[in-house]
């Protein structure tokens, strides 16, 4: 089998083994990437003014966040083992945080449409998730000794993890800004959780990027995972430009720090922004050798998040810091979202009539 983000297997007895363990479960999880990717381009084109549009792709997030929720749900009644069997690898233990990511996704959605209970209610299911995978994800690696070679780092899949922190983060500064619940408690957390995001994420993007560079790392390896490192990127300089330009959380935060929240969103938007066309290039290589790649129908819908992610965090930037060049810019990218997303339609349709052999 190959994980739900496209890498590819590990080898030998154990890892068959583990891998058999988790099939059942780990491509529901990774599924949640599609409701991920459609969510952030929900609230793409409602940040550049696209209502309609926007509560279209919302529809849709919904639709297909209830479908996994109740196919989840159904199968952890009926094997209530089947929950701790899915975490048998590393990468389905990872893969779950797109289940607290895609969650905490439709608390942004909802806190815009001033949805405060559900929102809410959503943000505790979504951020309890995060934390408990936060703990078990290391704990998970540590107890099973899994060798370097199995912890996917030819690829982004780790930085799911940094991932669910910022997705945590904004969330809670978008309920802060919208019901006043907790306020304080919610700015301290938004600002906390985006800290530790950074801390997480730069060493983990430098050990795969070393591990790229100075390592003979075969295509196949890479993953299309290596798409969440500028969707990382994108994201934490989201989360930086809710803490500096939310009236909420600037009032319960010190201003200084709100400042420096939106001087580092800078920062990773050139990051984010710098590693776009390496990403880009990555597919475009991918691509071209699709015949020698295993699992390629696992690997749709990984680069639509990282797109519209990068749309959002653009334009939110730009609202944030008056910096109209760069709210325009977004506003137009959010298009490139919504193009990927078809392309990925396209992709999935021509699968299911021309599987490839």
């Not at 058999?20 to 491509?27: D, F, H, I, L, T």
């Not at 951020?127 to 690829?155: E, I, K, Q, T």
């Not at 990068?310 to 990218?333: C, E, F, N, P």
């Not at 193009?339 to 599987?355: N, S, Y």
Request: charged letters at 10%; aromatic letters at 8%.
């Amino acid at each position: 089998m190959v994980d739900v983000i496209g890498n590819a297997p590990p080898s030998g007895r154990d890892a068959v083994a583990g891998e058999a363990q988790s099939e059942r479960r780990a491509p529901a999880l990774g599924r949640f990437v599609f409701v991920m990717g459609t969510g952030v381009i929900s609230l793409s084109l409602s940040a550049a003014g696209i209502r309609p549009l926007s509560f279209v792709f919302l529809g849709i997030a919904v639709a297909g966040y209830l479908e996994l929720v109740i196919i989840e749900g159904l199968v952890i009644l009926r094997r209530p083992r089947s929950l701790l069997a899915s975490f048998a690898t590393s990468r389905a233990s990872l893969g779950a945080f797109t289940f607290a990511v895609g969650t905490l996704v439709l608390v942004s959605s909802f806190a815009q449409l001033t949805a405060v209970p559900l929102a809410f209610a959503l943000f505790i299911l979504g951020g309890a998730a995060a934390v408990a995978l936060a703990y078990l994800v290391p704990l998970n690696a540590l107890w099973r000794h899994f060798p370097p070679g199995r912890l996917g780092l030819g690829g982004g899949l780790w930085l799911l993890w940094p991932v669910a922190l910022d997705a945590t983060s904004v969330a809670a500064s978008s309920i802060s800004a919208i019901g006043r619940m907790a306020g304080g408690a919610l700015a301290v957390l938004a600002l906390g959780a985006w800290a530790l995001g950074i801390a997480l994420y730069l060493p983990l993007l430098a050990a795969l990027l070393g591990r790229l560079v100075l390592r003979d790392v075969p295509l196949r390896e890479i993953g299309p995972s290596y798409w969440v490192t500028m969707g990382a990127a994108a994201l934490s300089c989201l989360a930086a430009a809710h803490i500096g330009g939310n009236p909420a959380t600037r009032t319960d935060l010190d201003r200084g720090l709100a400042t420096m929240a939106v001087e580092a969103s800078w920062l990773l938007w050139f990051l984010a922004t710098a590693l776009l066309p390496v990403v880009l290039g990555l597919s475009i290589a991918r691509t071209r050798f699709r015949s020698q790649l295993v699992g390629s129908p696992k690997e749709l819908w990984v680069p639509v998040f990282p797109a519209a992610m990068y749309a959002l965090a653009t334009r939110t930037l730009g609202l944030t810091t008056d910096v109209r060049w760069l709210a325009i810019l977004g506003g137009w990218a959010v298009w490139l979202g919504v193009a990927v997303f078809m392309v990925e339609v396209f992709r999935g349709v021509r699968m299911l009539v021309l599987p490839e052999g």
